[in-house]
């Protein structure tokens, strides 16, 4: 019996000890799985929200499955769909297994979701319900995460987006500015060779198509390959440890560079404007050597009315121009409105360069019944001391003064006012037996007959003039000096003149005119000065339905205005004959172009 209860007492304990074991065992495979979940859930864990909340710690009474979807709900907006799936039935299945087999539970740990990079808000993930912008991408849509990620600018975008032209050319500019910022930082690492000669390639590839392209029109085909290219290799410059300080440095000198290459630009770019103004355009260079060489070849039918040309019963009107084409349209266009063109004379005023070239063309184009002379005023033979060493043409100013005086700079007003020039000084010489002529701009078109103008009284007035009354005399006494004149008197503006030759002659204008341009030659706007001065008191104010100006810079003309005017002059910056004239304008001078010459067709004048 001793035996026997010895025996049974020597089992019990071992049976006691083999279950403490088991259960010891069991506890570390439990705390074994618990303590890196606790880790991954616990308040240290990377994985948060797309709020500002931070995951809650598991609660070791509570149920881990529930937990865990309490989890994948709060990282939905951040994970996509198919690996929060997986995610979750996994961590399901894990924990199930645990629950049910402690004892053959393989040492297996919960896999960690693959890193999830947040794609860039484009067009295309954006769309608007109800009113409102939501953003659509391959993570779940959670309404206000676009406000919570990037605030109000997702929304702000959407409603104010505009059109972009060019954006290919833009986005590779924006593309070539980044990759620029980053590779100075990359070739210093030695473990980024390759990156960094990736990088130095398709920088210099995109350089290249830009040297060649400022438009999409003007892109190669491949370029969406570039593009894509440069973009990758970007993504991975970024994805590098780097010193931000040495970014932020690249970038400011960057932008340093790029702003004084905008300020070169917008220097450059004012040059070309004035230079595109004051060059003659190589459409009309061309027309001009093309009638000159014609002149030679074919000048037997040239012939002189020199009885008309001097006749002081018939109607003279004088142009001072080196443009074939612009002299052109003057003439037409007054010949097409006037009533009776029998007495009509018309004396174009041109230069040696021209004057060959002006001949042809207006002995191989009749207007109606009017008469063309074309005279060289640099030619001492003809006119002796009535002569310049070059052609002036009429001078134009570009005078800007304040709406008001406390009105900012940006809202000055401002003015071309045109006067006469030097050549003007000679016309009693060179048409000495004229006693009244219209001068006309070659900037000028006529809508209307001007016969009138020849029964005009001007009550002992030398010029007939329009006058600006928004430039006073007080407004220019910067130019006026010490030199007296009326405060309040108006300007007056070249374009359609008047001019009484015999009261000229009387009051000897030239002379007065030649006095005052030696005594202020040295002040700027003499030319200005010399003439407001010259003609104080001697203007008579043409009615303003005759002239309606600004049509060279001026966009804001009233369309009823231009066709009721008699004369349409542009003034400014802008001619018509110029590709910098303004479009809307540019009709009323070139309907009365010759569009079937043959001269202007082959020099491309048409266009």
Known sequence: MKGGSGGGGGVAPAKRRWRGLAIAVLFLVILSMLVPLGFLLGPHSGFHSAGHMPLQRPSPSGDRSSHIDNLVRKLGPTLPKDVLKGFVNEAKNETGSINATPKTQQKKGIPIPPQV??????????????????????VDESEGFCDLKYGSYC????????????????????????????????????????????????IQEVECVLSESTTDADLPPEIQKKSRRMEAVIARAKSVSLDCNNIDKKL????????????????????????AVQTMPKSLHCLSMRLTVEYFRDHLFDKELSEKYSDPTLQHYVIFSNNVIASSVVINSTVVHAIDTVNQVFHVLTDW???????????????????????????PDSYGKATLSHLTLPVEFRVSFPSND???A??????????????????????KNLEKVVVLDDDVVVQQDLSALW????????TGAIEICSVKMDQLRSYLGDHSFQKHSCSWMSGLNVIDLARWRDLDISETYWKLVKEVSMKEGSALLATLLTFQDQIYALDRVWVLSGLGHDYGLDIEGIKKAAVLHYNGNKKPWLDLGIPKYKEYWKKFLNHEDQYLSECNVNR
């Open 117 to 138: 990079v947040m794609q860039p808000f484009t067009s295309k993930n954006i769309s608007r319900i109800n009113g409102k912008a939501k953003m659509k991408s391959d």
């Open 155 to 202: 929304i702000w975008r959407e409603e104010n987006r505009e059109e972009m032209h060019d954006s290919m050319v833009k986005k590779l500019k924006d593309q070539l500015f980044v990759a620029r910022a980053y590779f100075p930082s990359i070739v210093k690492i030695p473990a980024q060779s390759k990156l960094s000669g990736e990088l130095k390639q398709n």
């Open 252 to 275: 400011r000198q960057i932008f340093d560079l790029t702003e004084d290459e905008a300020n070169f630009h917008m220097k450059q770019s004012a040059f070309l404007y004035q230079l």
């Open 353 to 379: 360069q021209n004057y060959y070239a002006m001949k042809h063309w207006f002995l191989r184009n009749t207007f109606r019944d009017a008469v063309v002379q074309v005279l060289n005023i640099e030619d």
């Open 406 to 408: 406390s009105a900012p």
């Open 410 to 431: 940006i809202n000055n007003r401002t003015q071309y006012v045109s006067i006469f020039s030097h050549s003007h000084y000679l016309l009693p010489e060179i048409f």
């Open 455 to 462: 029964s005009l009284n001007m009550g002992g007035k030398v």
